[in-house]
């Protein structure tokens, strides 16, 4: 792979141009766009100047966003190679990129493009953000049932080509209202003069345009397709979705829920690639938020203070009691996330998880009680008794905020990942020093 | 959705089967599975009993784990049905299912097989946990370059029926070594007299059946494509993987490093249905673990004893000084985790992310110095200067911390998501205790 880079860029310093566009030639566009997003900016667009159009508009569609950008800034003065590509692209690509853009540049680009593709382009962008229909194409085959299947394999010759699939068939009616869809296995296997009338059973799963596109990822894995078809309020069909489109979708979802629970506010795709004060921007807020609210700990401990005094020894074992209840917490948070975000619970489940989160809990809270027990018997005997109890209690308390939080949160419509390990933590140290020094305090006759 | 699940249960109740088998005729194998995890145990099996062969081997496969060995263990003594069952299973699915079965029970199943389906199954078995092998089927179309469209079609019709899809015909030679693989797509658009060998361009991408299923996950995000073929060492085919396996993966690839971030042991598919001692052990390992590990985070506070005693009021500021260091160590790993799990970032680039890192985590540092500082000015301006080079200090300790754990972990062979937030919340409390102690020493002369 190295080597292939080295020549190019060593034509692309002699402008041996011809030799350049040889080897190129040669190169699958995924290479391409890994060189590409590789290679020194001037040599850059030289490359994609060199490409054919065909393997520009497969090259474009595989480069990163920023990539994608800086290619059509450079093109800026060739409009002809520009509008060739931008009309050239498929649908949902395009939608894809032009929804990242800022407003005037998509309107200055949209320009450049067929009124066809425009009127596409404009319908696909009326639809919500994160809705199914930005990620549908309006490119695929559909047949009536009146036809043999001799009849739709001619019909699929004709329109096919530009069909983004044709693993998949539609069977609509005279209104276009979606009747059923036909793998490609079943027409491949059936006989020529049979009707597509008798192939179907009019069972079908179809994605609604307004849908979630969480909703999208959840049927593709539930029902194992290729492709799903999209319809409105009436079920007519206005386009699919294809699988490829929903495993980014589905990836940029596991990186934001990720990126959420450790308390980073949006998702920052390449950390190697991405500015340092974009991520300077996107982590400190919740950072400082986080301090603020630390106040409370340190209000807490304070009117604790003669406590303190009278046993300084009490302050050793902070640390690892409200670390431990932050621990727990976190754990079962993450439980949570995970499981509403795949589906496995929804926010009904929350009472019947209690009881279960309650047992466990208190096994972990007794179980890690003996460890600080262990630990307590060298160092300070005379407060096991106290270590005992607060640990039980505070492991209980941190999971059930780390169980609850996620929960609450999604009632609010708020992402569940918002309830991140750092504000779990710092909520449970709140509770924990309240609840050490409490417990303290009682037994020990302050 | 509820409707058809009461009438279900009524009719099992009632003992009605020929109605229950007219209602569950007319069923999607979702549906009918989506019913079966819900339903009565006893209904379960009665259920499953009344659908026809093909159905069951449908619904089968869209069975969680546990339902799935339940619905074998009900059927034990109905040998015929079970055989039938095992041996329609499409082999890739057979295989997840048997791997995750004690030896024993496979052994068991695997008698019960055909001779052919069994030698197809201990091959796939006989592939390392987690390896392409594993996923794959033997079940695809191959055809030969010396073939024209229409003759290929012909094969396709004649073998087509067991493919598991016909999305995608693979070209091999008369070794069985690959070639190229075809979408159907441009078969069907080619002219029946055009030959094989004038369609294909010999640029495949392909699998290794010895290769990391993250591999896989990989390529099929990167290639868009449907299935991909797996060969060995000598590019001799040995079979197909599929999107929806990969589908699965990721998704489970996805939980496991969410899990594991926070500090869970393995995977838990769904907290609503696991038995609680399985949630227990696989929380109280690591959390017993982080317990003796704060020893040290005792050890450094009693080693600063005097410090505190002289000045009780730096401790109202200990639980802020150290969560912050962990919520912005945990936000560094958050990052590295996600982005060495997709491939955005490999173990060789650590060096570049560091002076990143020192940048970005000085600006937060220096950002949350102030926040600490006003907090202070409030309740101990004597200790401002103390608070804000010690919030610099920690906040950029954790940051390195969270950066380079994951590197570690990998580098020694280790998922990276090992490093949980509570992991380097634990070291960033040991470094941030050291670190405040020492600075309020050297600044208040103690």
Known sequence: MVEFKDKIQLLADSKDWKGLKQVLNDLDP??????????????????????????????????????????????????????????DLEPDDRTAFFEELPGKVTHRLMQLLSPEERT??????????????????????????????????????KYGKDSETLNVIYVVDDEWKLIDDIRIKELILASPQQKIEDLIDRRFVSLHAMDDQETAIKSFQDYDRVALPVTNDENLLLGIVTFDDIMDVAEEESTEDFHKFGSIQSVITNPLKEKTFNLYKNRIIWLVVLVFMNIFSGAAIS?????????????????????????????????????????????KDWYNLIWKELLVSFLLG???????????????????????????????????????????????????ATASAPLITSIADICGIVIYFSVASYFLNF
């Open 120 to 157: 596409i382009t404009t319908q696909l962008l009326g639809y919500p953000e994160d809705s199914v229909g930005r990620l549908m194409t309006p490119e695929y085959v559909a047949i009536k049932t009146n036809n043999t299947v001799e009849q739709a394999f001619k019909h699929i010759r």
């Open 366 to 416: 007794i179980t890690m009680a003996v460890a600080v027990s262990i630990v307590a018997s060298f160092r300070a005997p005379e407060i096991i008794i106290v270590l005992f109890i607060t640990m039980v209690l505070i492991v209980m308390t941190g999971c059930l905020i780390g169980l609850l939080l996620p929960f609450i949160f999604t009632r609010f419509k708020l992402d569940p």
């Open 30 to 87: 995924i290479q391409i766009a890994d060189l590409l997003e590789d290679i020194s900016d001037n040599a850059e667009i030289i490359i994609f100047r060199l490409l054919n159009r065909n393997q520009a508009k497969e090259v474009f569609q595989l480069l990163s966003h920023d990539k994608q950008e800086q290619i059509i800034e450079d093109l800026a003065n060739n409009v002809k190679t520009l509008s060739n590509l931008l009309n």
């Open 303 to 347: 009117h604790f203070e003669n406590v303190i005094q009278s046993m300084v020894s009490l302050v050793f074992f902070l640390p690892l009691l409200i670390g431990s209840a932050g621990n727990a917490g976190s754990q079962s948070a993450t439980l949570m996330i995970r499981a509403l975000a795949v589906g496995d619970v929804e926010v």
